[in-house]
């Protein structure tokens, strides 16, 4: 089994920043793209960024500049940089990982639990 445990989530006020992380843990011979994704109340859940294996990187329009996505391989950890942040982020912030246990298996999705994210005005 694999867990994505995210932290790093809270209350800030516009125009601040915050810095969420994600660690995969568990049995894991190689995790492809991992990615955060985002859910507003009364919205669906959306695409922030996602980040590859090699480190390439897409992101929503509405964070480019904002935003930034980066990995760290060897703890198997995806960090989100977010600065200039208001109060249209304000949303749970959910890890995406894609991830096989051994060569020859499948890769599988996983999600973390969700860190809260509030942008007070």
């Known amino acids: 089994q694999v867990q994505l445990v995210e932290s790093g989530g809270g209350l800030v006020q516009a125009g601040g920043s915050l810095r969420l992380s994600c660690a995969a843990s568990g049995t894991i011979f190689s995790i492809s793209t991992m990615a955060w994704y985002r859910q507003a109340p009364g919205k669906e859940r959306e695409l922030v960024a996602t980040i590859s294996s090699s480190s390439n990187i897409n992101s929503v329009d509405s964070v480019k500049g904002r935003f930034t996505i980066s990995r760290d391989n060897a703890k198997n950890t995806v960090f989100l940089q977010m600065n200039s942040l208001n109060s249209e982020d304000t949303a749970v912030y959910y890890c995406?990982?894609?991830?096989?246990?051994?060569?020859?298996?499948?890769?599988?999705?996983?999600w973390g639990q969700g860190t809260q994210v509030t942008v007070s005005s």
């Open positions: 995406y990982a894609r991830v096989r246990f051994g060569n020859s298996d499948p890769y599988r999705s996983y």
